[in-house]
């Protein structure tokens, strides 16, 4: 067990994931980092190596109760009780209601927000007892209006910023800062530049830029505290 402050970030990637890793450990955090592959942990690992034991990885649906359970019991061995939470996790199936699965359908809202709900009942109670810590969910446009085809994003984002909503009124009182924040745009990351190559990136959201904004919030003086934000590129229209 260390003695530096732990960040568990919940669906860790190339993106947002990784700009956050890089962030709170630049503050002197140890990194917890989640994701459902270990595929997708290996290149954030070898990335992130200079944290030596301030980085652990583990591979996990956070969708799966005891998969999480299992991933809290570890984080707290191995590198003590965390005072800050980040679920980024999400997945999408676009389509219309009839076709889209029951199956796409669930699997959607588990990942998307049941998730958040998991991690949150493991560790926030802790962060309580110690009078401090921070929550921090990953929203996005979707989470204020559902479009044509986006059910399965939609629908768990409105869940996730309800989620936000009533865990910020339960654990504010108690020292816990709750915040949801909107991405209202597209992320700059290596799949859309894969998908998108000449796509500029004026156009898109830095991961790093956004990952100064968690960083703020985390920051944040309780007598004002930010429960919800926005954010999004100069150019994009809303």
């Given at each position: 067990m260390s003695n530096w402050p732990t960040a568990v970030i919940v669906g860790a990637g190339p993106g947002l994931g990784l700009a956050l890793a890089r962030r709170f450990a630049g503050e002197g955090f140890a990194l917890a980092l989640v994701a459902r592959h270990d595929a997708t942990l290996a290149p954030l690992r070898e990335q992130l190596h200079k944290l030596g034991p301030r980085l652990k990885s583990y591979a996990a649906d956070a969708a799966d109760p005891q998969a999480v359970d299992e991933v809290c019991d570890a984080t707290l061995r191995d590198l003590g009780e965390p005072s800050v939470l980040i679920y980024n996790a999400g997945s999408y199936s676009p389509g219309g209601l009839v076709d889209i699965t029951p199956v796409q359908f669930e699997a959607a809202w588990k990942i998307g927000c049941m998730g958040a709900f998991l991690f949150a009942r493991r560790l926030v109670p802790a962060m309580a007892d110690a009078g401090r810590g921070t929550v921090l969910l990953t929203g996005a446009t979707a989470a204020w209006r559902g479009g044509k085809g986006f059910a399965t994003l939609a629908v768990p984002k409105f869940g996730l910023r309800a989620l936000a909503e009533c865990m910020a009124r339960e654990y504010g009182p108690q020292g816990v800062h709750v915040a949801h924040v909107v991405i209202d745009g597209?992320?700059?990351?290596?799949?859309?530049?894969?998908?998108?190559?000449?796509?500029?990136?004026?156009?898109?959201?830095?991961?790093?830029?956004?990952?100064?904004?968690?960083?703020?919030?985390?920051?944040?003086?309780?007598?004002?505290?930010?429960?919800?934000?926005?954010?999004?590129?100069?150019?994009?229209r809303f």
């Open positions: 597209q992320i700059d990351t290596p799949r859309l530049r894969e998908r998108d190559p000449t796509r500029s990136a004026h156009t898109l959201l830095a991961p790093d830029a956004i990952a100064e904004t968690y960083w703020q919030l985390h920051c944040q003086d309780a007598s004002a505290w930010t429960l919800e934000m926005d954010l999004r590129p100069a150019v994009e």
